[in-house]
């Protein structure tokens, strides 16, 4: 899609965040901040027709995103559903029915699935580390009789495991 002079996402939840109320603790509801981003979202019809089409042919290239007709059973693999509608993407823009896909098309399919399902694991370890590493050091300050400043930021700056791009820049 081209790029308008609309505000960006960034400028929106901004705004948004602003107008929602804080609970207790410093978070928000998440209904009370979609409604108030909701309300600041203008929508240009012709826009949304090609974002809604899109979602529909990315929906279709997923698995359950069409009926399976019965199963696949690789040696060495769980049976799995087959489903000769599923869309198959290529790295030139075209698509097809998987039941018409030639070789090149699963290969592409194929590489693409291995990408997707590293950076998904990779962002899953990076995750149980933070989690983890957050863990024991908020309970080593309360262990020390620290009660306050317990946020992932304090963490991540006391830890000097943040670098500012500023700082990152000048290495």
Same mark, same amino acid.
């Given at each position: 899609? $081209?790029?308008?002079?609309?505000? &960006?996402?960034? +400028?929106?939840?901004?705004?948004?965040?602003?107008?929602?109320?804080?609970?207790?603790?410093?978070?928000?509801? #998440?209904? +009370?901040?979609?409604?108030?981003?909701?309300?600041?979202?203008?929508?240009?019809?012709?826009?949304?027709?090609?974002?809604?089409?899109?979602?529909?042919?990315?929906?279709?290239?997923?698995?359950?995103?069409? #009926?399976?007709?019965? /199963?696949?059973?690789?040696?060495?693999?769980?049976?799995?559903?087959?489903?000769?509608?599923?869309?198959?993407?290529?790295? *030139?823009?075209?698509?097809?029915?998987?039941?018409?896909?030639?070789?090149?098309?699963?290969?592409?399919?194929? $590489?693409?699935?291995?990408?997707?399902?590293?950076?998904?694991? /990779?962002?899953?370890?990076?995750?149980?580390? #933070? &989690?983890?590493?957050?863990?024991?050091?908020?309970?080593?300050?309360?262990?020390?009789?620290?009660?306050? *400043?317990?946020?992932?930021?304090?963490?991540?700056?006391?830890?000097?495991?943040?670098?500012?791009? &500023?700082?990152?820049?000048?290495?």
């Amino acid at each position: 899609m $081209k790029k308008t002079t609309k505000e &960006s996402s960034k +400028d929106l939840f901004a705004k948004a965040a602003q107008q929602t109320k804080r609970q207790n603790n410093g978070h928000f509801h #998440e209904d +009370d901040l979609l409604a108030n981003l909701a309300s600041l979202i203008i929508i240009d019809p012709a826009e949304e027709r090609m974002r809604r089409a899109k979602a529909i042919i990315d929906n279709l290239t997923k698995p359950g995103g069409t #009926e399976p007709t019965g /199963q696949l059973h690789l040696p060495g693999f769980d049976f799995y559903d087959y489903e000769p509608e599923r869309l198959v993407r290529d790295d *030139n823009g075209n698509v097809i029915e998987q039941d018409r896909a030639l070789y090149r098309f699963k290969i592409i399919e194929a $590489k693409r699935a291995r990408k997707h399902a590293h950076e998904a694991n /990779q962002w899953a370890e990076r995750k149980a580390e #933070e &989690s983890e590493a957050f863990t024991l050091w908020v309970m080593a300050r309360r262990d020390e009789g620290r009660t306050t *400043n317990l946020t992932f930021g304090d963490f991540v700056r006391e830890s000097k495991l943040f670098t500012p791009f &500023s700082e990152a820049g000048a290495a």
